[in-house]
């Protein structure tokens, strides 16, 4: 449990806190995950568990709290938990229960939420993102609760959400900024998506995130009072809330030394509000004596063998962090490249399938994030959605490499290959006589000497033992012929004549 002191210190809280220096701060935040898991089927009922369809189709006498109606819990779930549970090295509870927790609101049709308070199925757990580790409290199986549409003149309730399967999984207040609560979320999205386990879609609402936010001076130990901004579902959206309410805290007690911390920030529940750029109160917060758990008197407990818990432990996934790993000191990549493709399975996926017939990584990993997702930004679009085929950018990336194109070819090339996804980049070059590439010495040859005429420095750069007045030679002749020499014998070229030089 958080705690949080009552009074400031007698000195420390007086003579330091009025600056309002970052560098005198340390946020601590903690992060509750709300995961949507995507069974077929509802947590306590057969009732589909499917999103965008028309409103209440996807119910059930159970899903809408029918008097008499007996939930029934769906096994695959519980699987997905424990799936989740084993790739963050968490305990796996032998024997877990389930308990109501009872409030009103017009989008839960029972008055209470069946979750796992007392017991849940899954305690401990780490994450890592790069060098950093995170740790996790617990995470939990309950049920989501409808949805409120407003119109204009009206609200509606949409119950097809409602008993939803949710995983609920809390983090220590053991993050210390928002980029860094923003990468423990991605972390935790990414495995989902590699379990299969959720489609985490934040749009659509599969994934939801609740922050508990304080702030405290450098060299505290007491945690300070904190507050809690709901159901965000964006992660930009996450850390600019988190940066505001940083950023409020510190004016407060800055500007109120003597004052109570439990005053200037009395514990609440908050939603973000992107026009505004600021928390909005919602209500007061709850205690959890406030929602009266008691045990949920019509679900048995869940009991789970070893047996059960080493099958699924033994067919677990290469899981993102793995992953990671293998991109780092197998293929190479920079940290930021992978982590750019392994917090987006289908990406991660697309370049694997490349990889098959490449044997470039490095560049094709440039190609697909860097040259691709340019060309495709202006447009909301990424290469999971046009039908350019994985061995066809591993294709280009080849041709550049083995010198049947320049780079600067390869470049209106890819333009081609947007606006035909279906062809292939060497029929592309086959069928236009400007994207091959010139191997004439005779007409590159007075170009080169150009170049050398006009560069006398570089050269001498070049005999220092400069590696870069090279390349800048290079380019510079690549430049004359508008990119459409052969990199090799302009390369030959340079180096014969310097070496006569």
Known sequence: MLTAMSKPPNTLGFQVAMSNNLDLWEPVIGLEMHVQLNTDSKIFSSAPNHFGDEPNVNISVVCTGQPGSLPVLNKMAVKKAVQFGLAVGAKIAKVSTFDRKSYFYPDSPRNFQITQFENPIIEGGVVHVGEKIFQINRAHLEDDAGMLKHFSTFAGIDYNRAGAPLIEIVSEPCIHSAKDASAYAAAIRAIMLYLDASDANMEEGNLRIDA?????????????????????????????????????????????????????????????????????????????????????????????SDEYIDELRTTLPELPQDRFRRYISDLGLSEYAATILINEK???????????????????????????????????????????????VAKLVEMIEDKKITGKIAKSVADDMLASPGLDPETIVAKNPDYQPTSDIGSIEPLVDQVLNENPQSIADFKAGKDRAFGFLVGSVMKLTRGKASPQVVNDLLRKKLGEK
């Open 212 to 304: 508990n936010i304080s702030v405290r001076l450098k060299g505290e130990k007491e945690l300070r009072p904190r507050i809690e901004i709901k159901n965000m579902n964006s992660f930009s959206f996450m850390e600019m809330a988190i940066d505001a309410e940083i950023q409020r805290q510190i004016d407060l007690y800055t500007q109120n030394p003597t004052t109570a911390y439990s005053e200037l920030i009395p514990a609440g529940t908050y939603r973000w509000d992107p026009e505004l750029k600021q928390a909005v109160l919602m209500r007061v917060k709850e205690s959890s004596d406030d929602y009266r758990y008691f045990p949920e008197p019509d679900l048995a407990p869940v009991i789970l």
């Open 346 to 392: 289908r990406l991660s996926d697309y370049f694997e399938e490349a990889l098959k017939t490449s044997k470039s990584p490095r560049q094709l990993c440039n190609w697909i994030t860097v040259e691709f997702a340019g060309r495709l930004k202006d447009s909301g679009k990424t290469l999971l959605d046009v039908e350019i085929q994985p061995a066809h």
